[in-house]
Nanobody, 122 residues
Framework: QLQASGGGLVQAGGSLRLSCAAA????????MGWFRQTPGKEREFVAA????????KYADSVKGRFTMSRDNAKNTVYLQMDSLKPEDTAVYYC?????????????????WGQGTLVTVSS
């Protein structure tokens, strides 16, 4: 079970940190990912990392502004979002995959959190 939180309303240029807490299963061999979705559009890849460490991947649209990290002791991954833009407005989802690759396609992810809304005003 994945529980995403931390969304909210922020002005352009501001920051938010999303959290995704994993409960009820071990994610030690999983890839964790963040995706986002706006109405009428497909779920879009944002970032992914190995739960065990060793690599992170970002969408070009967020590279240099967003940082994904993890806290193994808390079984939680984070998405630090800085320099937010109105086009970052979306529902953000965390997900996990048993892939050995850092997947950018949502088809490769097995478990999904419920989503948290991020709204960036101009």
């Amino acid at each position: 079970q994945l529980q995403a939180s931390g969304g909210g309303l922020v002005q352009a240029g501001g920051s938010l940190r999303l959290s995704c807490a994993a409960a009820g299963r071990t994610f030690s061999r999983s890839v964790m990912g963040w995706f986002r979705q706006t109405p009428g559009k497909e779920r879009e890849f944002v970032a992914a990392m190995y739960w065990s460490g060793g690599g992170t991947k970002y969408a070009d649209s967020v590279k240099g502004r967003f940082t994904m990290s993890r806290d193994n002791a808390k079984n939680t991954v984070y998405l630090q979002m800085d320099s937010l833009k109105p086009e970052d407005t979306a529902v953000y989802y965390c997900a996990s995959s048993h892939s050995v690759l850092l997947l950018s396609s949502y088809h490769g992810y097995d478990y999904w959190g419920q989503g948290t809304l991020v709204t960036v005003s101009s």
